[in-house]
């Protein structure tokens, strides 16, 4: 029995790592890929999380919802006949700067950088039902977003996708009315009435939160004045459900960095992955709905540009591919950890607040290169 419980804490830490890193390669993938628009997305993420802004190894992680009550509610102490032998309170902040995503026939490079953060925790008698159907079921639901909500769970800068209005909306061979005359305004005042971004947005909560897997559930506003301030492709309900899978990339780094202060934040440690990328072939994409000045009563406008667009596209169409550096900053407390007698999320903010002032520097990380970090994250995985 004391075997078997071994395992289960060796698995869960490893659960940490590598969800931590798919999660954040989940969150990014939206973003980066198909553009943000600054002026509404931004703003939002400027909401501070109720601690001075940390330093040294937890430097990344400026926006975690550790004093969210629901952080606190942690099962501590945990024991060896709960159904969780782990308590633990997460942060996870990462930045995605290459790849690709393709939606019908529109494949738009990652520019810009996207930075995504949030929290993760290990709920009370947590196990895999409604939206949670696969993933560890000792994280079901336990997925928290920053204090201003899901939207400042990704921050990132405007792309621009590769087609122009008018080539999206097939103008050279357009016959309607409607379509017609937004071609015509495209092609008059041109410039940014001829160029199109894409603004990603969060459809609901990652769900499936597991070792080399996850669900990211997302839509897309595109932006145009010609296009209305309503036009998308996916919504909250009917969304882009992403389901990516993660490897580490050749000469990408695993890193386990422990807290400066073992004794005051005991079990306390910064996981980072330094090259990690996230695929995904299998998604569908929906049409893009709302579009024009009418809105929903330009219908013409929404079948022109799926039209030129190629949407909606099924499994196979699409794909992804998204890299970038991951981490997260944990404390975690099992029967097999060090002594504890604080809640996770406490120890972990005075890890915080200790970096804060004194620059948070750290000895002793432990690195695992390429091919054998992916295996061991692999292996952590592996029940």
């Not at 008018?166 to 005042?189: H, I, P, S, W």
């Not at 506003?221 to 998308?232: A, F």
């Not at 079990?267 to 009418?294: E, H, K, Q, R, Y």
Request: proline content about 9%; glycine content about 10%.
């Amino acid at each position: 029995m004391k075997a078997s419980r071994r395992r289960s804490h060796r698995f869960l830490r490893g659960s940490v790592t590598s969800a931590a890193a798919v999660a954040l390669i989940a969150v990014g993938v939206p973003a980066a890929a198909l553009a943000t628009h600054t002026g509404s997305h931004a703003k939002p993420a400027q909401v501070g999380p109720g601690y001075p802004p940390p330093g040294g190894i937890y430097s990344s992680f400026t926006n975690c919802p550790l004093l969210n009550p629901i952080m606190q509610e942690a099962v501590f102490p945990p024991s060896a006949t709960a159904p969780n032998d782990l308590s633990l309170a997460a942060c996870v902040a990462g930045n995605a700067t290459s790849g690709s995503i393709t939606l019908g026939n529109i494949t738009t490079p990652v520019v810009q950088p996207v930075n995504v953060q949030f929290g993760f925790w290990t709920p009370p008698d947590a196990s895999n039902g409604g939206d949670n159907t696969s993933g560890i079921s000792e994280y079901a639901g336990g997925v928290l977003p920053p204090p201003a909500g899901l939207s400042a769970m990704l921050v990132t800068k405007p792309d621009q996708i590769p087609q122009s209005l008018t080539t999206a909306l097939g103008c050279a061979t357009a016959t309607n009315r409607t379509v017609k005359n937004l071609c015509q305004q495209a092609e008059n005042f041109g410039g940014k009435y001829n160029r199109v971004y894409a603004l990603a947005q969060s459809a609901g909560q990652i769900t499936n939160f597991g070792v080399l897997s996850w669900t990211q559930r997302v839509k897309f506003k595109l932006i145009n004045p010609l296009l209305g301030s309503s036009c998308s492709i996916g919504s909250d309900n009917n969304p882009i459900v992403l389901n990516p899978a993660l490897s580490v990339n050749p000469g990408g780094q695993l890193e386990e960095l422990p807290d400066p202060n073992p004794a005051k934040h005991p079990n306390t440690f910064v996981l980072a992955i330094t090259s990690a990328s996230a695929t995904d072939t299998t998604f569908t994409a929906p049409g893009v709905t709302g579009c024009g000045p009418g809105g929903a009563k330009n219908i013409a406008i929404d079948e022109a540009l799926d039209a030129g667009t190629g949407l909606p596209s099924a499994s196979g169409v699409n794909s992804l591919t998204l890299s970038g550096a991951f981490g997260i900053a944990a404390n975690e407390y099992g029967i097999f950890n060090q002594p504890q007698t604080t809640p996770n999320a406490k120890v972990l903010l005075s890890a915080f607040n200790a970096s804060s002032k004194s620059g948070g520097s750290q000895a002793g990380a432990r690195k695992i290169t390429g091919a054998a970090a992916y295996k061991l994250l692999h292996s952590l995985g592996a029940r």
